[in-house]
């Protein structure tokens, strides 16, 4: 048998990545940060032209509440069982947009129709300080 045989394989991969790790350490240049130019419109006016992302698909869905039950009880759920939510009644539903709580509002209904009216948009700094 030879050596190469004998050797873990874990082995042999850590032994690759230390040697490109080494490899890579011993170039002299160093990390620049990304720099990125500013958006703006052809003109070099200040304003974003924002016609490149208004097709863009984006999941909304609006939250009356939630709760959370054991898999015993979810199991034993039929049709007519009442599952207690996390809301008031009357309290404001959340609007999330790819999960991110971006309004609330109040339900209505229009033509036999639900709707959401909205009552409250949550500014960029604030939907920053939700996301910590």
């Known amino acids: 048998m030879n050596e190469e045989t004998k050797t873990d394989p874990n082995e042999a991969l850590a032994d ?22 500013e958006l703006t419109d052809e003109s070099g006016n200040d304003a974003v032209n924002m016609d490149a992302i208004l097709d863009v698909p984006v999941t909304i ?5 939630r709760t959370k039950i054991n898999i015993r ?7 007519g069982s009442v599952v207690e939510l996390d809301r008031l009644a009357g309290e404001p539903m959340d609007v999330l947009v790819n999960g991110t709580l971006i309004a ?7 033509n ?13 700094s604030e ?4 996301l910590s």
């Open 16 to 37: 690759e990545w230390a040697a490109a790790l080494d490899e890579a350490g011993d170039t002299d240049e160093s990390a620049a940060a990304a720099t990125f130019d």
């Open 127 to 130: 939907r920053v300080k939700r």
């Open 112 to 124: 036999e129709k639900f709707g959401l009216r909205l009552t409250d948009i949550i500014s960029p």
């Open 104 to 110: 609330q509002g109040e339900v209505v209904v229009v």
């Open 73 to 79: 009880n979810l199991l034993q759920l039929n049709q």
């Open 61 to 65: 869905s609006m939250e009356i509440g």
